[in-house]
């Protein structure tokens, strides 16, 4: 179990986001006795946690024994062999666990954990369409219930949606729901000499959708050859000025590798906590912003799941839907093996 001085030492680089994310040794200490019994119930009950790369870091460096971004995490849900998943995230990933994974119990320490992509679009909305686009792929990016993936063909991620709509044998797809992402897979495919038809759902995230290519410029001028860094959610005036696209995971990966010292992150702050814990070394520019619903995780809640999960915090997902919507992410596995 991590003790109160290794826990000061991963949290106490960290400044962004809110004071929250300020910590002191007694902080840490003060975590110690909630984190212990997470960890002995873990034990009692033979369960695994795993912790987005969004989610709070006293989170993600105490309890977490995976972390990642929504690929991995569903990668590690689907090979686990515990009785119990914690999925401190989301509701839409902890319902991707329990498609995965339906034998297990899976718990959702934030069942009002909300997304503005998951939330934005139904299983009626696609229903109707598929009428309108019969010839049509659908896609589904991983943001979504798990009702509107059983109507949906493929699901991709933020890692692999690139790869995976140009593979896709038909040049007629329907991506859903997050339109910037997907005018940023129409640009990308036209980089690469491929023109399909691609149809877009108008939804958005409500917190990469607010970063604008000016704060890009202004911290160009601000810091010499600093590396910017952006989600593909991000409109695409964003995306065109930035040295590298990725989800979450790929960008730490990234910056691991990059030779360059200077580092500017258009994605929720969570990440940038993550990046200035590990990379004590390197410069994190300008300013982040939080994500409400995966800022919403406590170690309580954790806690309180745990011990005695009520009704909303145990994934149920009704067996026809789980069985369709297990196609369809698992036709992203099979694209990505
Ligand atoms: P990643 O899969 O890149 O971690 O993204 C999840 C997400 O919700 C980004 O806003
Ligand atoms: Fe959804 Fe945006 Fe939050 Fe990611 S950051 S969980 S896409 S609302």
Same mark, same amino acid.
């Given at each position: 179990m991590?003790?109160?001085e290794k826990?000061?030492?991963?949290l106490?680089?960290?400044q962004?986001?809110?004071p929250?994310?300020r910590f002191?040794?007694?902080?840490?200490?003060?975590l110690?006795p909630t984190?212990?019994?997470?960890e002995?119930l873990k034990?009692?009950?033979n369960?695994?946690?795993?912790v987005h790369?969004?989610?709070?870091p006293? %989170?993600?460096?105490?309890v977490a024994?995976f972390t990642?971004?929504s690929y991995g995490?569903s990668k590690?849900?689907k090979?686990?062999?515990?009785?119990?998943?914690?999925?401190?995230?989301v509701?839409?990933?902890?319902?991707?666990?329990?498609?995965?994974?339906?034998g297990k119990m899976v718990?959702?320490?934030?069942p009002?954990g909300g997304?503005?992509?998951?939330?934005?679009?139904t299983a009626n909305?696609? %229903?109707?369409?598929?009428?309108?686009?019969?010839d049509?792929?659908?896609v589904?990016?991983?943001n979504t219930?798990?009702e509107?993936?059983?109507?949906?063909d493929?699901?991709?991620?933020?890692?692999?949606?690139?790869g995976i709509?140009?593979?896709?044998?038909?040049?007629k797809?329907?991506?859903?729901?997050?339109?910037?992402m997907g005018e940023?897979?129409?640009a990308?495919?036209?980089?690469?000499?491929?023109?399909k038809?691609?149809?877009l759902?108008d939804?958005?995230?409500?917190?990469?959708e607010?970063y604008q290519?000016e704060s890009?410029?202004?911290?160009?001028?601000?810091f010499?050859?600093?590396?910017?860094l952006?989600?593909p959610e991000?409109?695409s005036?964003?995306?065109d000025?930035?040295d590298y696209v990725?989800?979450?995971s790929q960008m730490?990966d990234?910056?691991?590798?990059?030779?360059?010292?200077?580092f500017f992150l258009?994605?929720?702050?969570g990440?940038?906590?993550?990046?200035?814990s590990?990379?004590?070394e390197?410069?994190?520019a300008?300013?982040?912003?939080?994500c409400?619903y995966?800022?919403?995780?406590s170690l309580?809640?954790?806690l309180?799941?745990?011990?005695?999960?009520?009704?909303n915090?145990?994934?149920?997902?009704?067996?026809?839907t789980?069985?369709?919507?297990?196609q369809?992410v698992d036709?992203?596995?099979?694209?990505t093996s």
């Amino acid at each position: 179990m991590v003790t109160a001085e290794k826990l000061y030492e991963k949290l106490k680089d960290i400044q962004v986001g809110n004071p929250v994310c300020r910590f002191t040794r007694e902080n840490c200490e003060l975590l110690l006795p909630t984190i212990q019994r997470i960890e002995d119930l873990k034990r009692e009950k033979n369960a695994i946690i795993l912790v987005h790369n969004y989610v709070a870091p006293q %989170i993600y460096y105490s309890v977490a024994d995976f972390t990642g971004d929504s690929y991995g995490l569903s990668k590690k849900a689907k090979e686990s062999n515990a009785d119990v998943i914690v999925f401190s995230a989301v509701r839409f990933m902890a319902e991707t666990a329990k498609i995965l994974n339906p034998g297990k119990m899976v718990l959702d320490p934030n069942p009002n954990g909300g997304c503005s992509l998951a939330d934005g679009i139904t299983a009626n909305d696609v %229903i109707k369409l598929r009428k309108e686009f019969p010839d049509h792929t659908f896609v589904c990016y991983i943001n979504t219930t798990a009702e509107v993936k059983a109507q949906c063909d493929v699901c991709v991620t933020s890692s692999n949606v690139y790869g995976i709509i140009e593979k896709i044998p038909n040049d007629k797809i329907y991506f859903l729901p997050d339109r910037l992402m997907g005018e940023n897979v129409i640009a990308h495919l036209k980089t690469r000499g491929v023109y399909k038809d691609i149809q877009l759902w108008d939804g958005t995230c409500y917190v990469h959708e607010e970063y604008q290519p000016e704060s890009i410029d202004q911290v160009r001028n601000n810091f010499e050859d600093v590396e910017i860094l952006v989600h593909p959610e991000c409109n695409s005036s964003v995306v065109d000025k930035a040295d590298y696209v990725g989800s979450t995971s790929q960008m730490l990966d990234h910056v691991r590798e990059s030779k360059r010292d200077t580092f500017f992150l258009l994605t929720e702050c969570g990440l940038t906590g993550v990046l200035q814990s590990e990379f004590p070394e390197k410069t994190f520019a300008g300013s982040c912003t939080l994500c409400k619903y995966m800022k919403s995780n406590s170690l309580e809640d954790i806690l309180n799941v745990l011990e005695n999960p009520g009704p909303n915090s145990i994934v149920e997902i009704n067996p026809e839907t789980q069985k369709r919507a297990l196609q369809c992410v698992d036709r992203m596995f099979e694209y990505t093996s």
